[in-house]
């Protein structure tokens, strides 16, 4: 499969609550984001085996900040997708923010181990998304709950990340302050897409402001002014998000396909 063909696979089988007919061995990757946990299975190919997610605020701003409320989540999806398969699956692989280090690093791997998963692998988010969309030379954009990461690639090889604190979680504090609701009520009206045209002016600054700090990441990083950018995430489900987060950049983006599922499905592929 093609990557973009692989994303629109793995949402089929999500939502549907089905398993492709693929041999095994299988890797699995565990993606435990500020707003959503999502377990994704895959072939030794990278294609999509399948997957279940969770909402959830059990990370936040890409520190896990309830362990056995993760950990829980995360036995859920596994005995979900396990029975679906008629398997059992026994190693995963995490991922982090770019530059999360220490005992912060080493929680999503305690994490998915209490569940019953055997660590093999922790990559940052937006390598695992550049693998799903089969990037070797470009940029890609990973907007989180809590953090933003970049990762640069050239040739195949990594040689620039980092991140900082902005994401989909400053959308919901936005949309909480203008309608003068609870936080976990804007969480739900920013998942709504038929409410997307009616909140975007009120959020346009945000998404102005992560192109400003995205922009600001790469100052000084000249050389990859004309690399191709890719932007996946939460936040890049809006409705109308590309054409803005464009128009704020400077130059065109690119958003993939259900692009809360590829950094899901990227870390899979490292599983």
């Given at each position: 499969m093609e990557a973009y063909e692989k994303i629109y696979k793995l949402h089929e089988l999500m939502e549907t609550k089905t398993v492709a007919d693929l041999p095994g061995p299988y890797k699995v990757g565990v993606d435990l984001g500020t707003a959503d946990v999502v377990l994704v299975v895959a072939d030794e190919a990278g294609n999509p085996v399948a997957g279940s997610l969770r909402w959830a605020s059990v990370v936040r701003d890409g520190l896990v900040v309830d362990f056995r409320g993760a950990m829980l989540i995360v036995e859920e999806l596994k005995a979900e997708v396990e029975a679906r398969m008629g398997i059992t699956l026994d190693k995963g692989a995490t991922a982090i923010p770019p530059g999360t280090v220490g005992r912060n690093a080493l929680a999503c791997g305690h994490v998915i181990a209490g569940a019953g998963l055997e660590p093999v692998c922790q990559v940052d988010e937006p390598v695992a998304a550049a693998r799903a969309l089969g990037i070797t030379h470009g940029i890609v954009v990973d907007i989180g709950g809590g953090t933003t990461g970049i990762a640069v690639l050239r040739n195949g090889e990594l040689v620039f990340t980092a991140d900082e604190p902005t994401g989909g979680t400053h959308v919901s504090l936005v949309l909480a302050g203008a309608y003068k609701m609870p936080f976990e009520e804007a969480e739900l009206l920013k998942r709504d897409a038929a409410q997307h045209r009616r909140i975007m002016p009120v959020i346009l600054p945000v998404i102005e402001k992560m192109a400003a700090v995205v922009t600001a990441m790469l100052a000084g990083q000249e050389e990859y002014h004309d690399y191709p950018v890719y932007v996946v995430g939460g936040t890049a489900?809006?409705?109308?998000?590309?054409?803005?987060?464009?128009?704020?950049?400077?130059?065109?983006?690119?958003?993939?396909?259900?692009?809360?599922?590829?950094?899901?499905?990227?870390?899979?592929?490292?599983?």
């Open positions: 489900c809006l409705q109308g998000f590309e054409t803005e987060f464009s128009k704020a950049f400077g130059r065109k983006v690119h958003v993939p396909p259900h692009p809360l599922l590829v950094t899901p499905l990227g870390i899979a592929m490292f599983g």
